[in-house]
């Protein structure tokens, strides 16, 4: 299995210059993430390569909450319990930069911030008693409806302060997943009240605690 587990390889340290550890990629920023191909495919090479290209380009630091990263063109993007990112964005760079801030904002979901973060679920649930399934633009059950309608926002902030208002609500709304659910995030600004109102201000990066 030590072949499903590939460690950036050489053909990605062309576009860069070596990192110090052979496990890590380091940008000029000194952001370090380990990079991993889940099965040795070019696609993932591909993907892992513009993702190390993204984080030189944008100063993604202050929302990385976890320094491991799978490419994985058989899964769908997830955030535990390592983050996994497919290789169906390769060539747009907003879209691949939306989602790993997103599958990063997942890990608020964590101690310290868990207990702020299920107040405001609780608060959206409020809101919106009533939320559509995942056919239907939602996600796969309500709690994770909930669960999305607060890390979507978190992701329009994140991405609004790196690429701009235009670019941010743009990308979002390309989006063919979680359809209902950005669309609220779009347009309601009780769910941006909702975030600030637990902490969840993450226009300059996550929250401390």
């Known amino acids: ?94 879209e691949l930069l939306s989602t790993f801030i997103h599958e990063q904002l997942h890990w608020l979901e964590e101690e310290p911030w868990l207990e702020d973060f299920q107040a405001a679920m609780a608060d959206l649930e409020e809101l919106f008693p ?24 978190m992701e329009l902030q994140a991405l609004t302060k790196l690429v701009g208002r235009t670019a941010a609500r743009e990308t979002l709304a390309r989006h063919t997943h979680y359809q209902w659910i950005y669309d609220k995030v779009l347009i309601d600004p009780r769910i941006r009240e909702v975030a600030l109102r637990h902490g969840f201000d993450v226009s300059e990066g996550v929250p401390s605690r």
């Open 130 to 153: 009533v939320v559509p399934s995942a056919e239907d633009g939602g996600a796969r059950d309500e709690q994770s409806t909930y669960r999305h309608l607060l890390v979507c926002d």
């Open 1 to 94: 299995m030590r072949s499903a587990m590939i460690i950036l390889v050489l053909s990605l340290m062309l576009t860069a210059p070596a990192a110090t550890n052979a496990q890590d990629v380091q940008d000029a920023n000194s952001q370090v993430v380990w990079i991993g191909l889940a099965n040795g495919l070019e696609a993932e090479a591909i993907m892992a390569s513009e993702l190390r290209n993204l984080m030189r380009r944008h100063v993604v630091e202050p929302w990385v909450l976890t320094r491991k990263v799978l490419i994985d063109k058989k899964q769908i993007p997830h955030s535990h319990p390592v983050l996994t990112i497919h290789t169906r964005h390769i060539g747009e760079e907003l």
